[in-house]
């Protein structure tokens, strides 16, 4: 008898039931909210010191670790994270190759570059391939946090060297652009800047006040003019005009 009382667990009580369920409500709210993240990266250590310093935040969590580009494509497929975190070079894909596929698997996840390449030829190819942001390795664990956040806002991200890089790039190239803008009315460089700075159809008609209609009559004329598909597009080539800044593109610069 005295045995089986020494196994015996006391009951809880209400208040310590409450307490256990209310602690299980949180960690479930707390897991459902969090950003879920694919980390892609074929260097184990460094995914498991980045997955270490992501689980400090309570908004961000790594769901899930892919080593290649066809590994990635299974993990994104199945998990269906809100961003994707990957290098350039990676087995599988060539360059920004990996990007473009895991953009087509996984449509509406952002995508992050974290990566020991800082040349403009990698920065473009990244950008171009799809990705939100570009992150070198050599970044401080707040600058790749930072990064995060402002790639799931919506914005696009560039740390402090790259962006340096692809300003340089702007201002010290010839480009095409003065020579093909001259098609575009003054109306529809209105617009192609504020379409830019993120500015929505509805916005944009209120701001010029006309009509919704005519905005996107207007919108699609100038992208067929520009040969531009999609808001990517646009925001590349009004930086590249000058039609709008940095700032007023929502690109977030590290400092």
Do not use: W
Not at 217 to 237: I, P, S
């Amino acid at each position: 008898m005295a045995q089986q009382g020494a196994n015996t667990t006391a009951p809880r009580s209400t208040a310590q039931d409450a307490a256990v369920r209310e602690t299980e409500f949180k960690v479930s709210c707390d897991e459902r909210d969090a950003a879920r993240i694919l980390l892609v990266d074929d260097h184990a250590i460094l995914r498991e010191g980045v997955s270490a310093l992501i689980a400090l935040e309570s908004d961000l969590r790594v769901v899930g670790h892919a080593a290649s580009i066809p590994e990635a494509i299974e993990r994104a497929r199945t998990l269906q994270p809100d961003l994707i975190i990957t290098d350039l070079s990676l087995p599988g894909a060539a360059g920004a190759q990996g990007i473009v596929e895991l953009r087509r698997i996984c449509p509406k996840a952002k995508l992050l570059v974290l990566t020991v390449h800082d040349t403009e030829e990698h920065i473009r190819a990244g950008l171009y391939a799809g990705a939100s942001g570009y992150v070198l390795k050599d970044a401080s664990r707040s600058e790749l946090i930072f990064g995060i956040r402002a790639v799931l806002a919506g914005k696009q991200h560039l740390c402090a060297r790259s962006s340096a890089r692809v300003v340089r790039s702007y201002l010290g190239e010839p480009t095409q652009v003065p020579h093909v803008i001259a098609g575009v009315t003054g109306r529809e460089r209105e617009i192609l800047a504020m379409i830019a700075s993120g500015h929505s159809n509805k916005r944009i008609a209120q701001s010029l006040k006309r009509s919704v209609k005519t905005v996107e009559k207007h919108r699609a004329n100038l992208m067929r003019k520009l040969n531009l598909h999609n808001v990517a597009d646009v925001t590349r080539f009004a930086l590249q005009s000058g039609l709008c800044s940095m700032s007023d593109a929502g690109v977030n610069v590290s400092t």
